[in-house]
Protein backbone atom coordinates (compact mmCIF):
# COMPACT_ATOMS: atom_id res chain seq x y z
CA UNK A 1 0.00 0.00 0.00
CA UNK A 2 1.35 3.54 -1.04
CA UNK A 3 0.63 6.93 0.35
CA UNK A 4 -0.95 8.97 -2.99
CA UNK A 5 -1.58 12.22 -2.54
CA UNK A 6 -3.85 14.10 -5.49
CA UNK A 7 -3.80 18.19 -6.92
CA UNK A 8 -6.99 19.08 -8.85
CA UNK A 9 -10.26 19.05 -9.24
CA UNK A 10 -13.09 17.61 -7.35
CA UNK A 11 -16.57 18.49 -8.23
CA UNK A 12 -20.48 17.35 -7.72
CA UNK A 13 -21.58 15.70 -10.71
CA UNK A 14 -25.36 15.52 -11.65
CA UNK A 15 -25.87 12.48 -14.23
CA UNK A 16 -28.65 12.50 -16.62
CA UNK A 17 -29.45 9.18 -18.58
CA UNK A 18 -30.94 10.26 -21.64
CA UNK A 19 -31.93 8.08 -24.47
CA UNK A 20 -30.04 9.83 -27.01
CA UNK A 21 -27.98 12.79 -27.62
CA UNK A 22 -29.63 16.38 -27.50
CA UNK A 23 -30.27 17.74 -31.14
CA UNK A 24 -31.05 21.57 -30.93
CA UNK A 25 -34.21 22.49 -29.83
CA UNK A 26 -35.18 19.30 -28.41
CA UNK A 27 -36.96 18.21 -25.67
CA UNK A 28 -36.11 15.25 -24.00
CA UNK A 29 -37.00 13.02 -20.93
CA UNK A 30 -34.54 11.38 -18.39
CA UNK A 31 -34.44 7.97 -17.57
CA UNK A 32 -32.81 8.11 -14.51
CA UNK A 33 -31.07 11.20 -12.50
CA UNK A 34 -28.55 10.91 -9.91
CA UNK A 35 -25.92 13.14 -7.51
CA UNK A 36 -22.03 11.66 -7.48
CA UNK A 37 -18.72 12.47 -6.48
CA UNK A 38 -16.36 13.81 -9.82
CA UNK A 39 -13.59 15.64 -11.26
CA UNK A 40 -10.16 13.95 -12.67
CA UNK A 41 -8.45 13.85 -9.43
CA UNK A 42 -10.93 12.36 -7.08
CA UNK A 43 -11.99 9.81 -9.16
CA UNK A 44 -8.86 9.02 -9.94
CA UNK A 45 -8.06 8.35 -6.32
CA UNK A 46 -11.24 6.70 -5.84
CA UNK A 47 -10.19 3.71 -7.85
CA UNK A 48 -6.48 3.84 -6.30
CA UNK A 49 -8.29 3.65 -3.00
CA UNK A 50 -10.16 0.53 -4.23
CA UNK A 51 -6.79 -0.87 -5.68
CA UNK A 52 -5.79 -0.61 -1.91
CA UNK A 53 -3.60 3.10 -1.33
CA UNK A 54 -4.23 5.01 1.22
CA UNK A 55 -5.53 8.33 -0.69
CA UNK A 56 -5.44 12.44 0.27
CA UNK A 57 -6.88 15.03 -2.20
CA UNK A 58 -5.67 18.77 -2.46
CA UNK A 59 -8.80 20.84 -4.03
CA UNK A 60 -11.10 23.07 -3.12
CA UNK A 61 -14.44 23.48 -1.96
CA UNK A 62 -17.12 26.50 -1.57
CA UNK A 63 -18.79 27.22 1.92
CA UNK A 64 -21.78 25.78 0.44
CA UNK A 65 -24.11 22.75 0.78
CA UNK A 66 -22.66 21.75 -1.89
CA UNK A 67 -19.29 21.42 -0.20
CA UNK A 68 -20.24 19.52 2.91
CA UNK A 69 -22.29 16.61 0.56
CA UNK A 70 -19.07 16.91 -1.37
CA UNK A 71 -16.57 16.57 1.61
CA UNK A 72 -19.04 13.84 2.95
CA UNK A 73 -18.79 11.47 -0.42
CA UNK A 74 -15.22 11.76 -0.38
CA UNK A 75 -15.27 10.61 2.90
CA UNK A 76 -17.08 7.67 1.87
CA UNK A 77 -14.68 6.76 -0.87
CA UNK A 78 -11.82 6.50 1.83
CA UNK A 79 -10.11 10.03 0.48
CA UNK A 80 -8.72 11.51 3.02
CA UNK A 81 -9.74 15.60 3.10
CA UNK A 82 -7.46 17.51 5.71
CA UNK A 83 -5.99 19.18 2.72
CA UNK A 84 -9.22 20.71 1.62
CA UNK A 85 -8.72 24.83 0.76
CA UNK A 86 -12.18 26.22 1.60
CA UNK A 87 -13.62 29.29 0.53
CA UNK A 88 -16.56 31.54 1.80
CA UNK A 89 -16.96 33.21 -1.07
CA UNK A 90 -17.59 30.78 -4.53
CA UNK A 91 -19.86 27.59 -5.02
CA UNK A 92 -18.62 24.07 -4.86
CA UNK A 93 -17.87 23.11 -8.68
CA UNK A 94 -20.33 21.22 -10.65
CA UNK A 95 -20.97 19.47 -13.19
CA UNK A 96 -23.86 18.62 -15.37
CA UNK A 97 -23.91 15.39 -17.52
CA UNK A 98 -26.14 13.53 -20.15
CA UNK A 99 -25.19 10.36 -20.13
CA UNK A 100 -26.43 8.54 -23.57
CA UNK A 101 -28.42 5.72 -22.77
CA UNK A 102 -27.96 4.60 -26.26
CA UNK A 103 -23.87 4.02 -26.33
CA UNK A 104 -22.17 5.28 -23.10
CA UNK A 105 -20.95 8.30 -24.41
CA UNK A 106 -21.73 11.68 -21.95
CA UNK A 107 -21.70 15.53 -22.61
CA UNK A 108 -20.74 17.70 -20.03
CA UNK A 109 -21.32 21.25 -18.65
CA UNK A 110 -19.05 22.08 -16.19
CA UNK A 111 -19.58 25.17 -13.86
CA UNK A 112 -16.91 26.85 -11.24
CA UNK A 113 -16.77 30.49 -9.79
CA UNK A 114 -14.22 29.10 -7.12
CA UNK A 115 -10.62 30.30 -6.80
CA UNK A 116 -8.13 27.54 -7.65
CA UNK A 117 -5.95 25.80 -5.21
CA UNK A 118 -3.81 28.43 -3.75
CA UNK A 119 0.25 28.12 -4.14
CA UNK A 120 0.07 28.71 0.07
CA UNK A 121 -2.16 26.35 0.85
CA UNK A 122 -0.13 23.47 -0.78
CA UNK A 123 2.93 24.54 0.26
CA UNK A 124 1.87 23.78 3.95
CA UNK A 125 1.77 20.15 3.57
CA UNK A 126 4.54 17.80 4.39
CA UNK A 127 4.55 16.20 0.49
CA UNK A 128 7.58 14.06 1.91
CA UNK A 129 5.17 12.26 3.68
CA UNK A 130 3.34 10.38 0.74
CA UNK A 131 4.73 7.99 -1.94
CA UNK A 132 3.33 9.31 -4.59
CA UNK A 133 1.84 12.67 -5.69
CA UNK A 134 -0.66 13.12 -8.79
CA UNK A 135 -1.46 16.24 -10.39
CA UNK A 136 -4.05 17.66 -12.74
CA UNK A 137 -2.97 19.57 -15.38
CA UNK A 138 -5.06 22.50 -15.01
CA UNK A 139 -4.34 25.90 -12.71
CA UNK A 140 -0.79 26.44 -14.19
CA UNK A 141 0.21 29.39 -12.54
CA UNK A 142 0.15 27.99 -9.14
CA UNK A 143 1.38 24.65 -10.17
CA UNK A 144 4.10 25.64 -11.37
CA UNK A 145 5.23 26.40 -7.73
CA UNK A 146 3.56 23.25 -6.44
CA UNK A 147 6.15 21.59 -8.86
CA UNK A 148 9.36 23.97 -7.41
CA UNK A 149 8.21 22.20 -3.71
CA UNK A 150 7.93 18.68 -5.63
CA UNK A 151 11.30 18.96 -6.65
CA UNK A 152 13.05 20.63 -3.38
CA UNK A 153 11.56 18.35 -1.06
CA UNK A 154 10.86 15.13 -2.14
CA UNK A 155 13.66 12.43 -3.07
CA UNK A 156 12.79 9.51 -4.23
CA UNK A 157 9.00 10.35 -4.86
CA UNK A 158 7.23 9.99 -8.52
CA UNK A 159 5.41 12.87 -9.85
CA UNK A 160 2.72 12.33 -12.15
CA UNK A 161 0.91 15.14 -14.27
CA UNK A 162 -2.31 14.40 -16.01
CA UNK A 163 -2.19 16.62 -19.58
CA UNK A 164 -6.03 16.51 -20.66
CA UNK A 165 -6.13 19.68 -22.56
CA UNK A 166 -4.00 22.37 -23.78
CA UNK A 167 -3.45 25.06 -21.36
CA UNK A 168 -0.79 27.88 -21.66
CA UNK A 169 2.60 27.48 -20.38
CA UNK A 170 1.64 24.10 -19.30
CA UNK A 171 4.56 22.33 -21.66
CA UNK A 172 6.86 24.31 -19.21
CA UNK A 173 6.19 21.64 -16.18
CA UNK A 174 6.65 18.02 -18.21
CA UNK A 175 9.82 17.95 -17.62
CA UNK A 176 9.74 17.86 -13.79
CA UNK A 177 6.82 14.78 -14.01
CA UNK A 178 8.12 11.55 -14.09
CA UNK A 179 4.90 10.01 -15.39
CA UNK A 180 3.14 12.17 -17.84
CA UNK A 181 -0.52 10.90 -19.09
CA UNK A 182 -1.56 12.58 -22.34
CA UNK A 183 -5.27 12.36 -23.89
CA UNK A 184 -5.85 12.50 -27.42
CA UNK A 185 -7.71 16.00 -26.97
CA UNK A 186 -3.95 17.42 -26.09
CA UNK A 187 -2.75 15.35 -28.95
CA UNK A 188 -5.21 16.40 -31.60
CA UNK A 189 -5.03 20.01 -30.75
CA UNK A 190 -1.58 19.95 -31.09
CA UNK A 191 -2.06 18.28 -34.58
CA UNK A 192 -1.35 15.29 -34.27
CA UNK A 193 -3.99 12.03 -35.39
CA UNK A 194 -2.94 9.20 -33.42
CA UNK A 195 -0.48 8.80 -30.21
CA UNK A 196 2.43 7.35 -31.86
CA UNK A 197 2.71 11.07 -33.29
CA UNK A 198 2.67 12.61 -30.64
CA UNK A 199 4.99 10.46 -28.24
CA UNK A 200 7.84 11.28 -31.02
CA UNK A 201 7.49 14.57 -30.85
CA UNK A 202 8.09 14.79 -26.75
CA UNK A 203 10.25 11.98 -26.60
CA UNK A 204 13.23 13.75 -27.24
CA UNK A 205 12.39 16.78 -24.94
CA UNK A 206 11.31 14.12 -22.36
CA UNK A 207 13.73 11.24 -22.45
CA UNK A 208 13.39 10.79 -18.94
CA UNK A 209 9.45 10.45 -18.54
CA UNK A 210 7.76 8.17 -18.50
CA UNK A 211 4.94 8.65 -21.56
CA UNK A 212 1.36 7.74 -22.08
CA UNK A 213 -1.41 8.83 -24.79
CA UNK A 214 -4.36 7.17 -24.51
CA UNK A 215 -6.74 7.17 -27.65
CA UNK A 216 -10.18 5.49 -26.60
CA UNK A 217 -10.95 2.80 -28.72
CA UNK A 218 -7.80 3.04 -30.73
CA UNK A 219 -5.85 2.12 -27.65
CA UNK A 220 -2.62 3.76 -25.99
CA UNK A 221 0.87 4.42 -27.19
CA UNK A 222 3.34 4.67 -24.54
CA UNK A 223 7.11 5.36 -23.89
CA UNK A 224 8.98 4.32 -21.04
CA UNK A 225 12.16 6.95 -20.38
CA UNK A 226 14.99 6.15 -22.40
CA UNK A 227 12.77 3.55 -24.14
CA UNK A 228 10.76 3.19 -27.62
CA UNK A 229 7.15 3.72 -28.50
CA UNK A 230 4.82 0.88 -28.12
CA UNK A 231 0.88 0.71 -28.70
CA UNK A 232 -1.12 -1.40 -26.37
CA UNK A 233 -4.49 -1.65 -28.22
CA UNK A 234 -7.77 -1.13 -26.49
CA UNK A 235 -9.89 -3.85 -25.05
CA UNK A 236 -13.22 -4.44 -26.59
CA UNK A 237 -16.12 -3.53 -24.88
CA UNK A 238 -19.60 -4.98 -25.68
CA UNK A 239 -21.85 -3.04 -24.49
CA UNK A 240 -20.71 -0.28 -23.60
CA UNK A 241 -22.68 1.46 -20.32
CA UNK A 242 -20.81 4.06 -19.08
CA UNK A 243 -17.68 5.85 -20.33
CA UNK A 244 -17.69 8.75 -17.41
CA UNK A 245 -14.82 7.79 -15.29
CA UNK A 246 -12.69 5.57 -18.02
CA UNK A 247 -10.16 7.85 -18.78
CA UNK A 248 -9.52 8.49 -14.31
CA UNK A 249 -9.60 4.71 -14.04
CA UNK A 250 -6.91 4.15 -16.81
CA UNK A 251 -4.66 6.60 -14.63
CA UNK A 252 -4.89 5.16 -10.98
CA UNK A 253 -4.39 1.89 -12.59
CA UNK A 254 -1.14 2.62 -14.40
CA UNK A 255 0.29 4.56 -10.94
CA UNK A 256 -0.78 0.92 -9.15
CA UNK A 257 0.95 -1.26 -11.27
CA UNK A 258 4.34 1.28 -11.46
CA UNK A 259 4.22 1.30 -7.68
CA UNK A 260 4.13 -2.00 -7.56
CA UNK A 261 7.08 -2.47 -9.81
CA UNK A 262 6.09 -3.40 -13.16
CA UNK A 263 7.07 -2.24 -16.30
CA UNK A 264 5.22 1.08 -18.43
CA UNK A 265 4.02 -1.93 -21.07
CA UNK A 266 2.39 -3.94 -18.51
CA UNK A 267 0.70 -1.05 -16.41
CA UNK A 268 -0.73 0.51 -19.61
CA UNK A 269 -1.77 -3.58 -20.74
CA UNK A 270 -3.48 -4.08 -17.26
CA UNK A 271 -5.06 -0.12 -17.26
CA UNK A 272 -6.51 -1.15 -20.94
CA UNK A 273 -8.43 -3.84 -18.80
CA UNK A 274 -9.72 -1.97 -15.64
CA UNK A 275 -10.74 0.68 -17.78
CA UNK A 276 -12.84 -1.51 -20.01
CA UNK A 277 -13.86 -3.14 -16.96
CA UNK A 278 -15.35 0.04 -16.53
CA UNK A 279 -17.45 0.94 -19.06
CA UNK A 280 -19.46 -2.34 -18.53
CA UNK A 281 -20.82 -0.60 -15.26
CA UNK A 282 -22.12 2.33 -13.83
CA UNK A 283 -19.92 4.46 -11.58
CA UNK A 284 -16.85 3.44 -9.79
CA UNK A 285 -18.87 1.95 -6.82
CA UNK A 286 -17.05 -1.77 -6.45
CA UNK A 287 -15.13 -1.17 -9.82
CA UNK A 288 -12.80 -4.45 -8.94
CA UNK A 289 -15.98 -6.66 -9.51
CA UNK A 290 -16.21 -8.33 -12.75
CA UNK A 291 -18.82 -7.41 -15.04
CA UNK A 292 -20.28 -10.61 -16.65
CA UNK A 293 -20.96 -8.94 -20.26
CA UNK A 294 -24.79 -8.86 -21.33
CA UNK A 295 -26.37 -11.31 -24.06
CA UNK A 296 -27.75 -9.17 -26.97
CA UNK A 297 -31.53 -9.74 -27.31
CA UNK A 298 -31.87 -8.71 -30.75
CA UNK A 299 -30.36 -6.70 -34.01
CA UNK A 300 -30.92 -3.51 -35.85
CA UNK A 301 -31.58 -5.41 -39.04
CA UNK A 302 -34.83 -7.09 -37.09
CA UNK A 303 -36.29 -4.15 -36.53
CA UNK A 304 -38.81 -1.77 -38.60
CA UNK A 305 -40.66 1.21 -37.83
CA UNK A 306 -43.77 -0.52 -38.99
CA UNK A 307 -43.95 -3.52 -37.05
CA UNK A 308 -42.67 -4.63 -33.82
CA UNK A 309 -40.46 -7.12 -32.66
CA UNK A 310 -41.15 -9.39 -29.79
CA UNK A 311 -37.86 -11.26 -27.60
CA UNK A 312 -37.28 -12.78 -24.54
CA UNK A 313 -34.35 -11.46 -22.29
CA UNK A 314 -32.70 -14.88 -21.31
CA UNK A 315 -30.66 -13.31 -18.12
CA UNK A 316 -33.78 -11.94 -16.84
CA UNK A 317 -37.03 -13.60 -18.26
CA UNK A 318 -38.77 -10.70 -19.40
CA UNK A 319 -40.67 -10.15 -22.66
CA UNK A 320 -39.47 -7.24 -24.52
CA UNK A 321 -41.27 -4.95 -27.59
CA UNK A 322 -38.83 -3.26 -29.33
CA UNK A 323 -39.59 -0.91 -32.41
CA UNK A 324 -37.50 1.79 -33.96
CA UNK A 325 -38.91 5.27 -33.54
CA UNK A 326 -36.70 8.12 -35.45
CA UNK A 327 -33.97 6.06 -35.73
CA UNK A 328 -34.41 5.36 -32.13
CA UNK A 329 -34.62 1.86 -30.57
CA UNK A 330 -37.41 1.95 -28.13
CA UNK A 331 -37.89 -0.80 -25.53
CA UNK A 332 -41.19 -1.76 -23.72
CA UNK A 333 -42.02 -4.73 -20.95
CA UNK A 334 -44.33 -6.63 -22.91
CA UNK A 335 -47.51 -6.15 -20.19
CA UNK A 336 -50.59 -4.05 -21.08
CA UNK A 337 -51.23 -2.17 -17.93
CA UNK A 338 -55.50 -3.02 -18.22
CA UNK A 339 -55.46 -6.57 -17.21
CA UNK A 340 -51.25 -7.29 -16.89
CA UNK A 341 -51.37 -9.42 -20.13
CA UNK A 342 -48.64 -9.42 -23.04
CA UNK A 343 -49.98 -6.62 -25.87
CA UNK A 344 -49.60 -9.82 -28.05
CA UNK A 345 -51.68 -12.33 -26.46
CA UNK A 346 -54.17 -12.56 -28.94
CA UNK A 347 -52.24 -11.64 -32.27
CA UNK A 348 -49.15 -9.71 -33.55
CA UNK A 349 -49.42 -5.83 -31.92
CA UNK A 350 -50.59 -3.66 -34.64
CA UNK A 351 -48.94 -0.80 -35.66
CA UNK A 352 -50.21 2.35 -37.31
CA UNK A 353 -46.97 4.31 -38.64
CA UNK A 354 -49.40 7.42 -39.48
CA UNK A 355 -50.57 7.81 -35.83
CA UNK A 356 -47.28 6.66 -34.53
CA UNK A 357 -48.96 4.33 -32.19
CA UNK A 358 -48.85 0.65 -31.01
CA UNK A 359 -52.26 -1.45 -30.41
CA UNK A 360 -52.78 -4.08 -27.59
CA UNK A 361 -54.09 -7.45 -29.14
CA UNK A 362 -56.77 -7.91 -26.56
CA UNK A 363 -58.41 -4.67 -25.41
CA UNK A 364 -57.33 -2.42 -28.29
CA UNK A 365 -55.84 -0.08 -26.05
CA UNK A 366 -53.32 2.33 -28.38
CA UNK A 367 -49.86 3.49 -27.26
CA UNK A 368 -47.82 5.82 -27.94
CA UNK A 369 -44.76 4.49 -29.62
CA UNK A 370 -42.84 7.71 -28.43
CA UNK A 371 -43.41 6.80 -24.92
CA UNK A 372 -45.54 4.28 -24.26
CA UNK A 373 -48.32 6.51 -23.02
CA UNK A 374 -52.15 5.13 -23.70
CA UNK A 375 -53.57 7.69 -25.29
CA UNK A 376 -56.80 6.04 -26.29
CA UNK A 377 -59.00 2.46 -24.83
CA UNK A 378 -59.10 1.06 -21.24
CA UNK A 379 -56.50 1.95 -19.86
CA UNK A 380 -56.15 5.69 -20.49
CA UNK A 381 -53.70 7.65 -19.15
CA UNK A 382 -51.40 4.68 -18.20
CA UNK A 383 -48.14 3.79 -19.62
CA UNK A 384 -45.94 0.97 -20.54
CA UNK A 385 -42.86 0.26 -18.99
CA UNK A 386 -40.19 1.37 -21.04
CA UNK A 387 -36.81 -0.48 -20.55
CA UNK A 388 -33.00 0.85 -21.51
CA UNK A 389 -31.10 -0.63 -24.60
CA UNK A 390 -28.20 0.10 -26.15
CA UNK A 391 -26.57 -0.97 -29.72
CA UNK A 392 -22.93 -1.51 -30.45
CA UNK A 393 -21.70 -1.03 -34.12
CA UNK A 394 -22.56 -4.18 -35.26
CA UNK A 395 -26.17 -3.06 -34.22
CA UNK A 396 -26.57 -5.64 -31.68
CA UNK A 397 -29.30 -4.79 -28.93
CA UNK A 398 -28.75 -5.14 -25.51
CA UNK A 399 -31.03 -4.49 -22.39
CA UNK A 400 -29.61 -2.79 -19.74
Known amino acids: MAKILGIGNAVLDTVLKVPHAPHDDEELRASERYTQIGGNVSNTLYVL ?9 CTTTGGDSEAKQL ?13 IQRFIKGRT ?29 FAKIEIEEYDWL ?12 MFNIAKTFLTHQPVSLEVEKPREEIEELLPQANLILFSH ?21 LPNSHLICTWGAKGAWLCPAQGTIQHVPAETVSPIVDTLGAGDTFNAAVIHHLIAGKPLVEAVQAASQLAA ?6 GLDNLLTPVEPSSAIANLSQLGTT ?16 IKYENVVKAYLNNCPHQNVPLNEAYKIDVNPFEKTMKCSVHDAFFRI ?25 GDIFLL
Not at 307 to 322: A, F, I, N, R, Y
Not at 370 to 394: F, H, M, N, S
Request: hydrophobic share 30%; glycine share 8%; proline share 2%.
Open 49 to 57: SQLGHDTAI
Open 71 to 83: ISGLKERNINVDH
Open 93 to 121: PCSYINLNAQNGNRAIVHYRDLPELSFDH
Open 134 to 145: HFEGRNIANLKG
Open 185 to 205: HYATAKGHDNGESLLKAMQSK
Open 277 to 282: QKCLKH
Open 307 to 322: KTLVVEDKSSGKSVVL
Open 370 to 394: EDGLCIEGPCWDEQLEALEVRTDDK
